[in-house]
Structure formats: C-alpha cells, structure tokens
C-alpha cells in the first residue's frame, strides 16, 4: 500500500522543530518477518514534551514497531535516534538505561513480588550497590534501600496504589496492575515513556483515570509515545498522532486533522463509508 | 466461644482454649519484636553449640555433619534455581570439583599436602568459575535444553573422575587429610559439627543478606518475567551468569570438607541421584527462602536416617522422586516460602514445577 502520506498543516510541529539531533527520531524503519512487512519504511519524529500517539486498525504494526524502538527486535531496516544517540540494535537494558522505558499490552508484572518491590526494580538501572554491598550491608546499600523505598513509596502514590504496597503482585486487578506497570517504569527515571495500549481491557472510568495519568506523566517532565487503539481515548490527550496501517504511514497530524482525513477513516471503516461520513 | 465451651463441658475446656490462645499471642508478639529475636536466636545457638556433648551416639553427629554440609550446598542451589530461577540439575558436579581438588591435593595419592586454608577458597573458587564458564554458552538455551546441559556437563565430570588416573579412576582415593586450622586439627566428627555449624551460620547470614538485597531482587525479577525484568534495564544475562557463578561456591567448600571428613572419595558419591537430593531440598523446602531451603535439607538428611539398613533402605530414593512430585502437584513453592501480607506466593516458573492455581 503507497497511499501518499498526508500531513496536517499545524503549527505545533513547524514552531518546535530544530536543526539539531532531535529527541526522538524513527527514520525509515523496517520489519520484516519472512515476506510479511509488518514495519514498512516508517518515519517521524517525537519532540520533546509531547504526548504523540501512534495508531491504527488491528494487525497495523504499532506493537512490532515499538519492539523494534525497545530492541526487543532486530529491525531489517532504518534508524532510531534517541537524544543523539543510535539505539536501534542495543539490548532493551541498554535502551531503558538511556532513558526510553515502556509497557506492554499483555500486563507483565513481577506477580510473585510485592508491588512496592515491582516498583523498586525500576531502579535497579539507578542504582549500583553489587554483592560485596549486599553481604557486607555497607553504607551505599543501606542508603539506596531507604532511597529506593521511599522513591517506591511515591511513584505508587501517583498511580493512586499506596494503599497496596505489602501484597503480592498477583493479586492486584487488570488495571492496579496496568498502573503499576507505569509506576514501575517510572522508576527507571525515562526521559520518554512507550505505553504499549494501556487501556486495553479497561472500562470507561478506568480509561479516564489512566488518561489522567498520562497527563501527569508528562506534565512532570516525561515524553509520552502511545500505542492506542481507542480513538476517543487518544483524540483527547494527544499533541500528535501517526497513523499506520498494514505497516505504512498513512498519516500524521494533530488530532482535528487526522479525524478527517479519509485515508484514516478508510482504514478504519472500509472503502464505500468513508466517503459517506466525509461529506461527499 | 469459650464461654459456650464452658458451659456445656464445664469450666476447664473454656480455661485451656484462653490459655492456648493467650500464649500464640503473645508468642506472636515476643517473636517479632527485636528483643525477643535476639533471646531466640541466642537460645538456638546455645542448644547448637551443646549439641555434641548432649548426643552421645557418633553416628547422629555424623548425620548432623551431613545435614550440614547439604544445607551449605542446599542454599548454594537455593541462588541458582530459587532466586535466579534457572534450571541446574548436575549441582553434584561443582561438589566433585571441591572434593577431588582436596583428595588430589592433600593426600599420599600424589604426595602433595596443601594446606587447607590455601585450598578451601580455592575450592570455592575453582567451582564458581567452572559454573560460570559453563553458564556462558548453557544460558543461551531454554527449559528443558538447559537442564540436559546441566545434568550432561555433571555426568562428564563424574566419567572423567572414574576413568582419569590422577584421580585414581573408579577405585578413588583413600587417606585423605583431616583439615588443619593451624594448631586445631579437625578430625573427630564432633570437630567437624563445629565447623559446619559456623559455616552454615555464615553461609546463612551471606544468603539473607543477598535475599534482601538489590542484586537479591534483580534475581526474582528475573526468574518472575525474564524479559519484562531486561526492559526494566537489568542486565539479565550477566545477572544469571552471576547467580551461577554465586550459586556453586557452596558446592565446592562442601566438597572440601566432605573429602577431608570421609578421608575416602570416589566417583559413586557423585551420581545423578546427589544433584536431585540436593534439588529436592530447595523445592521441598521453599524455592528462594533461605530459611526454607535450610529445612528442607535438614528435614530431607535426618528424617530418612531412620529408613537406612531396614528393608526400606531402596525406598530412601524412591521417597526423593516421589516427594518431588508431591510438591509440585499440591504446593510447588514448597513448605515455607517467602510471604506477604497475607497473600500465598505462588512457586513461579519453572521448568520442574508447574504453576498451579492454589489461591
């Protein structure tokens, strides 16, 4: 599919864009499995501040190219460029260590740990007491376990689970553990955070409260990159939007310019509806 | 209710319901406190020390000696498979490593006569870096593979010791040295319980310590969600390579002791059947809970000894496979595993036990 891409025409983009290395940058990055294109020579850029989201119909390949962005695979082809630096084909460790942190859409939360602990092995990649700290207890392991601590202790309260921080994991429902999921990644201390659908399987409220979070999120100083399929969900919230489809861009705008846009709405729908709800 | 009871049955049966009650609580609360901790542990350690003089018969001291030396190696797999959550089932093999390097180097079999306090680290030693070694190309695979590799890589080491001349083929080697901590020589068993006992309280202080720890944590990330723990920035490979590197020291001082206690080693102390003995204790006793893995290979050396010339004797190892299996059905994270307010821990993955919904 080569529909052309269609850009909107906002002045957010133009008036933030530097000349500079950027924040974060997707250039032409494939992924092929065999003959199937799941990623086809996608690219945009993600400025700094922004909640940017990325959609698209089922099967479109947001998922695939956010593992590809986390190094969980190998691309085929192209460039990732984040904070100046080349990230594609560095371990996931690595990736996060740099300061790019995400969630999955199939929740992946330690459940045999507490919540409190999940949390503190978000910073892990802060922190650095090793063994010879842990069996001799020497000051630098006693001061990051406090810190550690009471860090776990306030991310929990801004995902709003304070309140469970002694139980296991597995016991927490769909959504406490969605927010955990972002609490957790919080605590890799991001520059960007990727939420991989963070409201799939999520009722109304629950995707209202979720929304405020992302909201927070960036009003405190991180990037946000979402993979979502709920267009209501994302029309609110987002500075920008690209949309996939089979693997290509089709589109990219700010929210008011993309629900117009036939392409997308094709995508979505079907040929023949799109020209109803268009206008002729 | 007590009053109920007291009244239909009389006085007496209400007295002795309060009266049980009455001391769990404050037992509960004497128990947790630091001071009460502190008396406990004391009390404990008094009644290890005196234990030698209290039991007159050798032979259970040797039994002790044993137990001991499993609870060392017991915690030593307690890193591997309980904390990390990686498969090993040829731990027997680090053990064979630290007990041929003592019979080789402190016996008449070469004539060389180390000394033990230059040897037994190195023992330790030999078998971390072995393990690690191994782990560097074993870790790349999954599940089942790994454990093939495991149980392969322990099977070598027992052939080569069975066939090799420096190690005296199957026949093994025999007059072995006592260790010597310079003017204290350590040859009766009651001298061997005491250094047991003090390495096992050291080994068990260093595990907690690890339990709790950062590293501790990065451990169960891994064994809880290996890929979700690598996108939280762990390291995960040289984490695991560390655990199994961690994980078989143990092994190797256990085998230093067992050499120089036994003064006679040979191949047959170092089969297949030791690896999943040792296994056994750490599922049996708690996947990942120091304590735990401590009772299982106490409960899991003396509870057997009873068995050991009866008719029942062959029974001793079929108890082994079976109990496996028993606690991987009904209660996969063992007798004592680590818990939170309230909520059970689940045994988590493996590939030896399911995970099976108990809560």
């Not at chain 2, 019979?103 to 023992?123: E, K, R, T």
């Amino acid at each position: 599919m080569s529909a052309p891409t269609v850009k909107g025409t906002g002045t957010s983009q133009d008036g933030l864009r530097r000349a500079s290395d950027g924040f974060l940058k997707i250039r032409s990055v494939s992924k092929h499995f065999g003959a199937l294109k799941a990623v086809d020579e996608v690219s945009f850029e993600v400025q700094e501040g922004q909640i940017f989201s990325v959609i698209g119909p089922n099967g479109a390949g947001k998922t695939t190219l956010f593992n590809v962005m986390t190094g969980i695979y190998p691309a085929t082809g192209g460039q990732v460029t984040f904070l100046g630096q080349d990230i594609l084909g560095l371990p996931p460790h690595q990736i996060t260590d740099l300061g790019l942190a995400r969630t999955y859409q199939i929740v992946r939360v330690f459940d045999n740990m507490s919540v409190l602990e999940n949390v503190q092995v978000g910073f892990h990649c802060r922190t650095k007491a090793g063994v010879w700290d842990a069996i001799f207890s020497t000051q630098r392991a006693k001061e990051e376990k406090i810190r550690s601590r009471e860090r776990g202790l306030e991310l929990l309260e801004r995902v709003g689970l304070q309140g469970h921080a002694q139980e296991l994991a597995r016991s927490l429902p769909l959504g406490s553990r969605k927010r955990l999921q972002v609490a957790r990644a919080l605590a890799t201390e991001p520059r960007a955070l990727l939420l991989d659908e963070p409201t799939a399987g999520m009722n109304r409220s629950e995707k209202q409260e979720m929304m405020a979070l992302v909201n927070d999120v960036r009003d405190a100083g991180v990037t946000v990159l979402l993979v979502e399929h709920d267009m209501n969900v994302i029309m609110g919230i987002s500075d920008w939007i690209v949309v996939l489809d089979y693997g290509v861009k089709i589109a990219e705008g700010t929210p008011e310019e993309i629900q117009n846009i036939e392409t997308v709405i094709e995508a979505y729908l079907g040929r023949g509806l799109a020209h109803e709800s268009v206008g002729g | 209710m007590s009053q109920v009871d007291s009244e239909s049955t009389g006085g007496d049966k209400g007295t002795k319901t309060e009266l049980v009650t009455g001391m769990a609580s404050w037992w509960g609360g004497f128990s947790s406190s630091p001071r009460g901790r502190l008396i406990s542990l004391f009390t404990v350690a008094v009644v290890l020390l005196m234990i030698p003089r209290l039991i007159a018969s050798s032979y259970w001291i040797r039994v002790l000696d044993q137990a001991g030396l499993y609870i060392m190696m017991a915690l030593g797999l307690n890193v591997i498979v309980g904390y990390a959550g990686l498969m090993n089932l040829g731990y027997a093999s680090f053990f064979a490593i630290g007990a041929y390097l003592w019979a080789v180097l402190a016996s008449p079999q070469h004539d060389i006569h180390l000394p033990f306090l230059l040897i037994f680290p190195l023992a330790g030693l030999l078998s971390g870096v072995v393990a690690y070694i191994l782990a560097i190309p074993a870790l790349k695979l999954k599940g089942d593979y790994l454990a093939l590799v495991t149980l392969g890589f322990a099977e070598s080491i027992r052939i080569l010791a069975n066939n090799a001349s420096f190690t005296n083929a199957a026949a093994g080697i025999i007059n072995i040295d006592h260790p010597s901590l310079g003017v204290f020589a350590v040859a009766s068993v009651r001298e061997y319980y005491y250094v047991v006992l003090v390495l096992c309280a050291i080994e068990i202080l260093v595990m907690r310590r690890l339990e709790n720890s950062r590293i501790g944590m990065a451990w169960m990330a891994i064994r809880e969600d290996e890929l979700a723990a690598e996108s939280m920035g762990l390291n995960t490979r040289s984490l695991k390579l560390l655990a199994c590197f961690i994980g078989a020291i143990p092994a190797g001082l256990a085998g230093v002791l067992f050499s120089g206690m036994q003064t006679f080693i040979s191949p047959v102390s170092f089969k297949f059947l030791e690896s999943i003995t040792i296994l056994s204790m750490v599922v049996v006793g708690g996947r990942g809970n120091a304590w735990g893995v401590v009772m299982g290979a106490f409960l899991l050396t003396v509870l057997p000894e009873p068995l050991r010339g009866t008719s029942l004797d062959t029974a001793r190892i079929l108890l082994y496979g079976v109990l496996l299996v028993v606690m991987a059905i009904f209660r996969p994270e063992g007798i004592w595993p680590r818990r939170y307010g309230g909520a059970k821990r689940e045994g988590g993955q493996t590939d030896v036990c399911d995970t099976t919904e108990l809560s």
